[in-house]
């Protein structure tokens, strides 16, 4: 079973990073692609075509109406108001988004120990206190030699 706090603070902050993106009012949605992409959750991953939307729309009524009229005014209140639902978003999440990603990098460490333990390899085992093969000849210390 794993501890509460198994990770550090540090862990958390450097794993956390994405909610910066959120900030930026028009990478939030790949902030959510991001962490959808590294938890499968198929909900976040979803939530970061919600938040690309109100981009997405900003760019085609530039396109579309160059001057500033309704539909860009429409645009960049739906990019503010997105922009800010997502950082709130983000902050909820940020805790199960942690506890996912530390449960996935426990499964993957536990799954390689056993694969070590089926090869008969023992972790706590020190490699090169091994003794020597008697085939494997030996010249010495490597010294060099000028």
Do not use: C
Request: glycine share 6%; aromatic share 14%; net charge positive.
């Amino acid at each position: 079973m794993m501890n509460k706090s198994s990770k550090s603070l540090l862990w958390k902050l450097a794993q956390s990073w994405w909610i910066l993106l959120t900030f930026s009012f028009l990478f939030n949605g790949i902030a959510f692609f991001y962490i959808g992409s590294k938890v499968k959750n198929r909900r976040w991953t979803m939530f970061g075509a919600i938040y690309s939307f109100p981009f997405i729309f900003m760019i085609i009524a530039v396109i579309i109406d160059p001057e500033v009229g309704l539909i860009a005014t429409i645009a960049v209140s739906s990019l503010y108001v997105g922009g800010l639902s997502s950082m709130v978003h983000a902050f909820i999440i940020r805790k199960e988004f942690l506890i996912r990603l530390e449960g996935q990098q426990y499964l993957k460490e536990d799954h390689l120990r056993q694969i070590a333990s089926e090869y008969g390899l023992n972790s706590n085992e020190d490699h090169f206190k091994r003794p020597k093969p008697t085939t494997v000849p030996s010249r010495g210390p490597l010294i060099r030699q000028s």
